[in-house]
């Protein structure tokens, strides 16, 4: 019997595509979730139902956990799309000899375009203006401009190093903290601080790290306390990262200028939230690492990346790092 494949992943949900073909062309079967699941990752009753009994998964931000794979005999292969992973048990899959892949160097280009466009949202008031000119107004405040400006970016990875020359472009400095990098041989554009100084000296500051225990709730009122009166948080990693309720009161008490959000916590930010209406916070879908050319890619690498392991050889670059 041919190896089943769960299509989890909403946007290549019964979507042609190469990754499609490159599953079939393996002999495996791609397997889609019921046409009713078209909105958001899986609920956890169809993952449930479905991934017991399928060999691998191309998944979207499902929480799959070490209670599920006890169910999953057959299961030898997670795929995620793009480069988190926080919502699978890595530990648990590896007890269970379940690989757990990402796709890494497909997405940064998408991410940075989304960061730069939300930034530029918010400081030339392209969003609260058009809405108010929707609405008949015709509000003319001035913009904050972003030139001379800069960008701390907390994170120096393939995301983080992809802001840089766009950045440039607009005429901001660049500093950047990472705990695996010292010097700033090798990064054309950015000054390599440390997380103390980048956090005090930003107008912008982007995050760009992976949701880890040391990094959950990176901002916080601690922190938010050390930060230029005025800053602007751009966030397009986790929504954990942030600690919600400090940064709602430091963009109530002005101190922080305005946030930038393609992913908050939890998501989407139920009703009643104050990041909803408030006019110098922009919020998008968590849709940064995904276009039309990023979500071709990754789909691509993760259907690779099954295809490779069903066949016995795991595609140790994309193998997530507690893993290699």
Known sequence: MSARILIGALPLRHQPGKFRTMLLNAGFEPVDPPRHENSGELSPACVAEMLPGCDGMIAGSERLDGSLFATCPNLKIIARTGVGYDAVDVAAARERGIAVTITPGVNQESVAEQAFGLLLGLTRRIVVNSVDIASGGWNRTMPIPIRGKTLGLIGLGRIGQAMVPRARAFGMNVIGYDPAVTTSNGL??????????????SDVLSLHVPMTPDTRHLVRAETIARMKPGVIILNTARGGLIHEA?????????????ACLDVTDPEPPPAGNPLRRMPNVIVSPHLGGIDTMSMDDMATMAARCIVETLQGRVPAECLVPELK
Do not use: K, N, P
């Open 188 to 201: 054309e554009g950015v000054r390599v601080a440390s997380l103390e100084e980048v956090i005090a000296a």
């Open 246 to 258: 400090d940064m709602i009161a430091g963009l109530d008490s002005g101190h922080i200028g305005g």
